[in-house]
């Protein structure tokens, strides 16, 4: 049951809350959702399955309910709360706005944290290090010789940093540090060991010390996945002690499906190894010949197993059976004997090098501890094995996936190669699953004190079984599931127009009606928003209607031409104006554009955005579900095709006063059997369907 004083804390927030802001009406949708939040936490739906999935439309105010209802119960019960996101938009608005706000209508102090991954600080001994010299061992860890600049650089950032004017975030520098830069400062879990006394005042370790002080963590889905993928806790709180508010969560599928992936070069790996091979001896010098021998041994042994035999594939492939695209993916992911005898030799190789490595790379730190050996020779060589050490992690994991037996039960592996656009004749072997629901399981929501996961966009064509298919998540198990509709008046202040069209977009001629329909939706509208599917589609149409643009004094800002921040600012500032701004867009568009009131009135959306099964991944996913007797674009294309665009017509209503219409030309919506039930899931538009064509 939950705890009194949790619901006394709850109800003066909201006292607070209207204090604090004029005109605070209040939401009953928001109401709701907190109480919800609060009541699944406190174990009143499930004593252990404590998970709420929650889809709140647009103006119900997610982010304040998630802190309303997790922080109070999570300070009384002694958790912390992690908030997980997508996009660092959500993050910076969470940061600077809504828990600032939170902070002074709640009645007890709490403290927050923005986290990062250790890959945004720097090591501060590698920094120093890298100012002293550049010695032969420092001077390999560069991928090309270093130019001047980039040693003034260095030399900037460490006297910045010694100063105390820098923390050590990449981020924070004023200037963009080049990637070739920051590989050579950046700290690694190897090297930047906060159990040795140099660096327990790096720039990560003071940032992790702050984080396990705050009572709230704010983290994107990517460095969540990175924690729970090594074992939890590790970066972030454990999972046993924190309650999850994970915003944005139909990202999260997507984002813990990229980090079990894993991608190696052959040419490339055999060519980085080489350059280890010739540091052995020196390491094992450093971490006593004596004792380290037999690790000096078998790292040279796999070493020189390795190197020929990645050469010797590259040398094996056939390059005519690549795609276009430059790909080759194995069908159901199965190998041919001869390279899946490879990728277990291959695999057992790298983790004997691995091993080793690391056994060296320890002795090293341990006499470095004991000053056995002097620094200045044990920190470049520290940061030499951490950098191989990683190099090699990743390599054990991509031919450990490649030597996976194909499994009788559950998704296979995609499995495909990709030539290496930096170097010919030089193949990327990239292994991928499928289906990556029971590691999240696994990882996080069987572990979890608390999990609230919230979206605009979580149900597909109305219904939450593709999202928990996605996520691993049982709709049977004690799990909570709201569909909370948007306050807004949708029927009185937005209109859906389908108009009549000639051709529907698979239509060779579709580009050229797109050009000839467009300006009828043009006329009289001072701000609208095109998407588009793809960007041939979009530049042809936008190369097509410039000169019109320009004589009807219609200014057309088309993304791709600047960056998006440019793009935006020109058509606030011709909206301010009452000049006519017209955005052409893609994707990336649909999602994360706010443009509230008068800066959107008209949304042109060219197309259902059903997604076409290109890469390896999508291919193999489709090839899969064809094999057990489904419909890949009934049962993936159709749902994710709802979900982006009901993100698409998102755009349009972003506060409970605006107003507008959305125009769809895209006639499948009323003339396919599947477009009823995309044309339902959409918010309740007042629809206007300009004729009618018998339905197929």
Same mark, same amino acid.
């Given at each position: 049951?939950?705890?009194?004083?949790?619901?006394?804390?709850?109800?003066?927030?909201?006292?607070?809350?209207?204090?604090?802001?004029?005109?605070?009406?209040?939401?009953?949708?928001?109401?709701?959702?907190?109480?919800?939040?609060?009541?699944?936490?406190?174990?009143?739906?499930?004593?252990?399955?404590?998970?709420?999935?929650?889809?709140?439309?647009?103006?119900?105010?997610?982010?304040?309910?998630?802190?309303?209802?997790?922080?109070?119960?999570?300070?009384?019960?002694?958790?912390?709360?992690?908030?997980?996101?997508?996009?660092?938009?959500?993050?910076?608005?969470?940061?600077?706005?809504?828990?600032?706000?939170?902070?002074?209508?709640?009645?007890?102090?709490?403290?927050?944290?923005?986290?990062?991954?250790?890959?945004?600080?720097?090591?501060?001994?590698?920094?120093?290090?890298?100012?002293?010299?550049?010695?032969?061992?420092?001077?390999?860890?560069?991928?090309?010789?270093?130019?001047?600049?980039?040693?003034?650089?260095?030399?900037?950032?460490?006297?910045?940093?010694?100063?105390?004017?820098? +923390?050590?975030?990449?981020?924070?520098?004023?200037?963009?540090?080049?990637?070739?830069?920051?590989?050579?400062?950046?700290?690694?879990?190897?090297?930047?060991?906060?159990?040795?006394?140099?660096?327990?005042?790096?720039?990560?370790?003071?940032?992790?010390?702050?984080?396990?002080?705050?009572?709230?963590?704010?983290?994107?889905?990517?460095?969540?996945?990175? +924690?729970?993928?090594?074992?939890?806790?590790?970066?972030?709180?454990?999972?046993?002690?924190?309650?999850?508010?994970?915003?944005?969560?139909?990202?999260?599928?997507?984002?813990?499906?990229?980090?079990?992936?894993?991608?190696?070069?052959?040419?490339?790996?055999?060519?980085?190894?080489?350059?280890?091979?010739?540091?052995?001896?020196?390491?094992?010098?450093?971490?006593?010949?004596?004792?380290?021998?037999?690790?000096?041994?078998?790292?040279?042994?796999?070493?020189?197993?390795?190197?020929?035999?990645?050469?010797?594939?590259?040398?094996?492939?056939?390059?005519?059976?690549?795609?276009?695209?430059?790909?080759?993916?194995?069908?159901?992911?199965?190998?041919?004997?001869?390279?899946?005898?490879?990728?277990?030799?291959?695999?057992?190789?790298?983790?004997?090098?691995?091993?080793?490595?690391?056994?060296?790379?320890?002795?090293?730190?341990?006499?470095?501890?004991?000053?056995?050996?002097?620094?200045?020779?044990?920190?470049?060589?520290?940061?030499?094995?951490?950098?191989?050490?990683?190099?090699?992690?990743?390599?054990?994991?991509?031919?450990?996936?490649?030597?996976?037996?194909?499994?009788?039960?559950?998704?296979?592996?995609?499995?495909?190669?990709?030539?290496?656009?930096?170097?010919?004749?030089?193949?990327?072997?990239?292994?991928?699953?499928?289906?990556?629901?029971?590691?999240?399981?696994?990882?996080?929501?069987?572990?979890?004190?608390?999990?609230?996961?919230?979206?605009?966009?979580?149900?597909?064509?109305?219904?939450?079984?593709?999202?928990?298919?996605?996520?691993?998540?049982?709709?049977?198990?004690?799990?909570?599931?709201?569909?909370?509709?948007?306050?807004?008046?949708?029927?009185?202040?937005?209109?859906?127009?389908?108009?009549?069209?000639?051709?529907?977009?698979?239509?060779?001629?579709?580009?050229?009606?797109?050009?000839?329909?467009?300006?009828?939706?043009?006329?009289?509208?001072?701000?609208?928003?095109?998407?588009?599917?793809?960007?041939?589609?979009?530049?042809?149409?936008?190369?097509?209607?410039?000169?019109?643009?320009?004589?009807?004094?219609?200014?057309?800002?088309?993304?791709?031409?600047?960056?998006?921040?440019?793009?935006?600012?020109?058509?606030?500032?011709?909206?301010?104006?009452?000049?006519?701004?017209?955005?052409?867009?893609?994707?990336?568009?649909?999602?994360?554009?706010?443009?509230?009131?008068?800066?959107?009135?008209?949304?042109?959306?060219?197309?259902?955005?059903?997604?076409?099964?290109?890469?390896?991944?999508?291919?193999?996913?489709?090839?899969?579900?064809?094999?057990?007797?489904?419909?890949?674009?009934?049962?993936?294309?159709?749902?994710?095709?709802?979900?982006?665009?009901?993100?698409?017509?998102?755009?349009?209503?972003?506060?409970?006063?605006?107003?507008?219409?959305?125009?769809?030309?895209?006639?499948?919506?009323?003339?396919?059997?599947?477009?009823?039930?995309?044309? +339902?899931?959409?918010?309740?538009?007042?629809?206007?369907?300009?004729?009618?064509?018998?339905?197929?």
């Amino acid at each position: 049951m939950l705890h009194n004083q949790i619901k006394t804390d709850i109800k003066q927030c909201y006292t607070n809350l209207s204090a604090q802001l004029e005109h605070f009406i209040p939401r009953r949708a928001q109401n709701y959702l907190v109480a919800e939040i609060a009541k699944t936490l406190s174990g009143e739906y499930h004593d252990k399955q404590r998970m709420l999935v929650a889809e709140a439309g647009t103006g119900i105010g997610k982010s304040l309910s998630y802190l309303m209802g997790c922080i109070p119960f999570a300070l009384f019960n002694n958790k912390k709360v992690l908030i997980a996101t997508a996009t660092v938009a959500l993050q910076e608005q969470l940061v600077h706005k809504d828990l600032p706000l939170f902070r002074q209508i709640f009645p007890k102090e709490f403290s927050f944290i923005l986290a990062k991954g250790r890959q945004r600080y720097c090591c501060s001994h590698r920094l120093e290090a890298s100012c002293v010299g550049q010695d032969d061992s420092q001077l390999a860890l560069w991928q090309e010789k270093p130019k001047k600049s980039d040693l003034g650089l260095l030399k900037r950032m460490l006297a910045a940093w010694q100063q105390g004017k820098w +923390d050590g975030d990449r981020d924070g520098w004023p200037t963009v540090v080049p990637d070739r830069v920051w590989q050579q400062i950046v700290s690694d879990k190897h090297s930047c060991n906060s159990g040795m006394a140099k660096h327990r005042s790096c720039p990560f370790a003071k940032a992790r010390e702050h984080m396990d002080k705050a009572d709230v963590i704010i983290a994107n889905h990517a460095l969540l996945m990175a +924690d729970l993928e090594l074992g939890g806790g590790i970066i972030l709180s454990e999972p046993e002690h924190t309650i999850y508010a994970i915003d944005e969560a139909h990202h999260l599928p997507q984002v813990a499906r990229d980090f079990s992936a894993a991608a190696a070069s052959l040419k490339g790996a055999s060519n980085w190894l080489e350059k280890l091979n010739q540091s052995v001896s020196k390491l094992a010098d450093l971490a006593d010949a004596q004792k380290a021998g037999r690790f000096q041994n078998t790292l040279q042994e796999s070493i020189q197993h390795l190197v020929p035999t990645l050469r010797q594939l590259a040398g094996q492939v056939d390059p005519a059976v690549f795609s276009k695209d430059g790909s080759y993916r194995f069908p159901h992911g199965e190998l041919p004997a001869w390279l899946a005898e490879e990728a277990q030799g291959c695999r057992d190789a790298s983790k004997k090098a691995r091993q080793s490595l690391a056994k060296m790379h320890d002795m090293i730190t341990e006499r470095l501890k004991d000053d056995e050996v002097p620094a200045r020779s044990a920190e470049p060589a520290l940061a030499e094995s951490g950098h191989y050490l990683q190099r090699l992690e990743n390599l054990e994991k991509v031919w450990s996936l490649m030597a996976q037996p194909i499994k009788d039960q559950g998704a296979p592996l995609a499995r495909w190669l990709e030539k290496n656009p930096e170097q010919d004749g030089d193949f990327i072997v990239q292994v991928s699953p499928l289906e990556i629901g029971y590691r999240l399981d696994q990882l996080l929501w069987s572990r979890a004190a608390g999990a609230i996961l919230v979206s605009a966009t979580l149900r597909a064509l109305n219904q939450f079984s593709y999202f928990c298919r996605q996520a691993g998540i049982s709709e049977t198990e004690g799990t909570r599931f709201l569909a909370l509709a948007s306050p807004f008046d949708y029927q009185n202040n937005g209109r859906l127009v389908i108009p009549q069209m000639s051709c529907e977009p698979q239509a060779e001629q579709f580009t050229d009606l797109l050009i000839e329909t467009l300006p009828e939706y043009f006329e009289g509208e001072t701000a609208s928003l095109v998407l588009f599917s793809s960007y041939w589609q979009m530049n042809k149409v936008a190369e097509a209607l410039k000169p019109l643009c320009q004589k009807n004094r219609w200014e057309l800002l088309v993304q791709g031409e600047e960056s998006r921040t440019i793009l935006l600012d020109k058509h606030k500032s011709n909206c301010e104006q009452g000049k006519a701004s017209i955005l052409f867009g893609t994707g990336s568009f649909s999602e994360g554009l706010d443009l509230p009131g008068h800066l959107l009135r008209n949304l042109v959306i060219t197309k259902i955005p059903f997604g076409v099964p290109t890469s390896p991944v999508e291919e193999a996913h489709a090839e899969y579900i064809e094999s057990r007797g489904g419909n890949p674009f009934l049962q993936i294309a159709v749902p994710e095709a709802s979900k982006k665009l009901i993100q698409s017509v998102g755009r349009l209503l972003r506060k409970e006063q605006d107003f507008g219409r959305v125009v769809l030309l895209d006639r499948r919506i009323i003339t396919r059997r599947y477009g009823k039930a995309l044309l +339902d899931s959409l918010p309740p538009f007042k629809r206007v369907i300009e004729h009618t064509i018998k339905e197929k």
